[in-house]
């Protein structure tokens, strides 16, 4: 994706909108290099996995999505829902982390519809791409499967945990036996599986060479992708 006009941001934003079909959009703040990759890693991500992208409600910072939230409480009827979406709004606005480049979150509709938003988080706003990569470097670094620090990684390792979500896979036994084998602690496993799970989904994905156990990992994920969503 090249942007040869005056306002390139404003373009990437209208190119999300049109091309991957996400409504809400905003990416204010934050520097362009970086959305360029977690633009180009998201469209990856829905190419591959086209039935997550109805889901898919938002990306942008956390008061644009606040904003969401508003916007589809207003269409909701299920009493259900309405708590799930001011839970959301709730941690949206408690929960920070200080340097924490990217959050998903998530909760379900009415009928049960899953809605997922991709929070761009307050670090970023000040964060030029090389602080970026030497962020996620820093976060990653007593990671035994994390060995690329790009800005993709941790648009795939978000949308590890949105699969996650929709599939409840990062404590199913194949994943757990996987992890055991790679010398992960099973304890720490216990505490911190859904971590683990994104960074291997991610490791994948950002890395042609990655750890067999990545490959493991994303095979089991794409067997429970497509028994859920294809073949029906």
């Given amino acids: 994706m090249v942007f040869f006009l005056e306002e390139p941001m404003l373009e990437l934003e209208k190119y999300v909108q049109k091309e991957i079909k996400i409504e809400r959009v905003n990416f204010e703040c934050v520097d362009l290099k970086i959305v360029q990759d977690l633009v180009e890693s998201l469209e990856k991500m829905l190419v591959l ?47 920070e982390s200080s340097n924490n480049p990217m959050m998903l979150f998530h909760s379900y509709m009415d009928q049960g519809q899953p809605c997922i938003m991709f929070g761009l988080e307050p670090y970023l706003e000040d964060c030029t791409h090389q602080e970026l990569i030497t962020t996620i470097k820093n976060i990653k670094k007593r990671n035994s499967i994390t060995t690329v620090y790009n800005p993709s990684v941790i648009m795939y390792h978000e949308f590890g945990h949105c699969l996650d ?68």
């Fill in 49 to 95: 996995y086209p039935e997550i992208k109805p889901f898919i409600h938002a990306i942008g910072t956390r008061p644009f999505l606040q904003k969401c939230i508003d916007e589809i409480e207003i269409k909701m009827k299920e009493e259900a829902t309405l708590e799930e979406l001011t839970q959301m709004r709730q941690y949206l606005v408690q929960k």
């Fill in 165 to 232: 979500f929709l599939l409840s896979v990062s404590y199913d036994t194949e994943i757990f036996c996987a992890m055991m084998q790679k010398g992960i602690d099973p304890e720490r496993y216990w505490y911190t599986g859904s971590e683990l799970y994104a960074d291997a989904f991610a490791e994948y994905y950002a890395n042609p060479n990655a750890d067999p156990i990545c490959n493991k990992v994303v095979q089991y994920t794409n067997r429970q992708y497509h028994r859920q969503f294809v073949r029906k």
